[in-house]
């Protein structure tokens, strides 16, 4: 069963324009959401978190959105670049809790 | 330090060597985990240390053995592997649960 979904396996995006990255989840008990960027061959990057009590992180040109109703949240970059190129993961953790849910990835490719 | 770093970078071994990854973070972090990605694949979770004591084993085979010597530091002792056992094995911290700090990964071949 996977409690967290990211449903686009990849997304590709002009540099300068806006990158849009979803991800879905099914289990209400989780409070806290972040996003991770990485690189092959690398270990994943913290980007940016949102907790439950929230519906909107800003930080620099990363946003992240949350409609706990929906049980979704979304990942802006504004203005994309080509650094940006990787894969985003998304993950979740329950209240209290120490484990991360993973998503499955969205690989975003940023041409110039 | 704002870093979790790891050592040996990359790993070959065979299957019936005995090896240990070793994992370091200064940055007071009390939660430590070792986690194993497959390529395009998310990373799994193997075990997690909160202060120093194993808080939780995700099932994995007993051919992997964590060790927490002290707060700053995390081992995984490797010994009679599998080729399937081949992957990235990386190792976080974190401060409170929340936002996990990864390291760069150790890249294991089983041959």
């Known amino acids: 069963d996977q409690q967290v979904k990211q449903n686009s396996p990849s997304l590709s995006v002009q540099e300068g324009r806006i990158s849009i990255l979803n991800c879905d989840y099914t289990?209400?008990?989780?409070?806290?959401f972040l996003w991770y960027k990485k690189y092959p061959a690398e270990g994943p990057t913290f980007l940016i978190s949102i907790s439950s009590i929230k519906d909107k992180n800003e930080d620099g040109r990363f946003t992240v959105f949350l409609n706990k109703s929906a049980k979704h949240l979304s990942l802006h970059i504004v203005p994309s670049q080509p650094g940006d190129s990787a894969v985003y993961f998304c993950a979740a953790r329950e209240t209290s809790g120490s484990r991360l849910t993973f998503g499955e990835g969205t690989q975003l490719t940023v041409n110039p | 330090d704002t870093e979790v770093t790891q050592t040996p970078k990359h790993l070959v071994m065979g299957m019936t060597n005995k090896k240990s990854l070793k994992c370091e973070q200064h940055m007071g972090h009390r939660a430590m985990y070792w986690y194993k990605q497959k390529a395009k694949k998310p990373p799994e979770l193997m075990f997690v240390y909160s202060y120093e004591k194993l808080s939780i084993n995700e099932s994995v085979p007993s051919r992997f053995s964590p060790e927490c010597p002290n707060s700053s530091l995390l081992n995984l002792h490797l010994h009679a592997l599998q080729p399937e056992d081949s992957a990235l094995y990386l190792c976080?911290?974190?401060?409170?649960?929340?936002?996990?700090?990864f390291g760069p990964g150790t890249r294991l071949t089983v041959l």
């Open positions: 289990n209400s008990m989780f409070d806290y």
């Open positions: 976080a911290s974190s401060l409170r649960g929340n936002e996990q700090f």
